[in-house]
């Protein structure tokens, strides 16, 4: 079967650096998307990665290892409106998103 | 960047009636929409796909004489929970990939649609 797994839940400090993991086992691979989603919002676009490597972006920035199976995403200099829910994504060989439960991160000051 | 919009943003019904949900994209073309349904602190769940004049691709367990979705432009889809009830209060939303930005194809969401039956 095809499935991601990423932590339920993450705390950390304003103005410090998290990683949120991502592992995924899919039917083929066609990149892998990482959104944020504040409560009771719809998702907003991150990130997308088809090659292995880091992708920079601001404060966040996205890694993947094909190989491996593996993403993160990294945040830099926390702010209190980080404080969401991150998702994971991959896109499968039939270009459907399988998505991730979603982790939701708890800043505090 | 791309905006995709959704109509209405909340609503509250009775349970037996039904509810139409309209996901528009402004300023692209939009030849394919997703519908998701999110149960709260769960995941987005795919509930069908929808293609511009022609039939919509359901997920397995949905019900396709319970959601139709009617994709009747390339900016226009529409989804209608007929004969609702409370259990499937939840949050919709639809998207939309955009084509030819760049470092692949992104996804946008529209705000979602939050339905309360009663």
């Known amino acids: 079967g095809q499935n991601i797994d990423q932590p339920t839940e993450m705390t950390a400090t304003e103005g410090a650096i998290v990683q949120i993991n991502c592992t995924y086992q899919t039917s083929g691979f066609n990149g892998l998307f990482w959104y944020q989603q504040h409560a009771g919002e719809a998702p907003t676009f991150l990130s997308y990665?088809?090659l292995d490597g880091l992708e920079e972006k601001g404060r966040f920035s996205s890694f993947l290892s094909r190989s491996k199976g593996y993403s993160y995403l990294l945040l830099k200099e926390l702010q209190m409106k980080d404080s969401a829910s991150y998702l994971c994504?991959?896109?499968?060989?039939?270009?459907?998103?399988?998505w991730g439960a979603g982790t939701k991160l708890i800043i505090k000051p | 960047g791309a905006v995709v919009s959704q109509h209405p943003s909340r609503v509250i019904c009775k349970s037996g009636t039904s509810v139409k949900i309209e996901c528009r994209s402004l300023?692209?073309?939009?030849?394919?929409m997703f519908w998701y349904r999110q149960f709260p602190k769960q995941s987005l769940m795919l509930m069908a796909t929808?293609?511009?004049?022609?039939?919509?691709?359901?997920e397995q367990g949905v019900e396709k004489d319970k959601f139709l979705i009617n994709h009747a432009s390339l900016t226009l889809s529409t989804l209608t929970v007929t004969s609702a009830h409370p259990e499937d209060s939840s949050f919709y939303i639809c998207s939309a990939f955009v084509p030819g930005q760049g470092a692949g194809e992104t996804q946008y969401f529209g705000p979602g649609t939050r339905l309360l039956v009663l």
């Open positions: 994504a991959v896109m499968d060989s039939n270009y459907q998103l399988i």
């Open positions: 929808s293609n511009e004049g022609s039939k919509a691709t359901y």
């Open positions: 990665n088809v």
């Open positions: 300023d692209f073309q939009a030849t394919t």
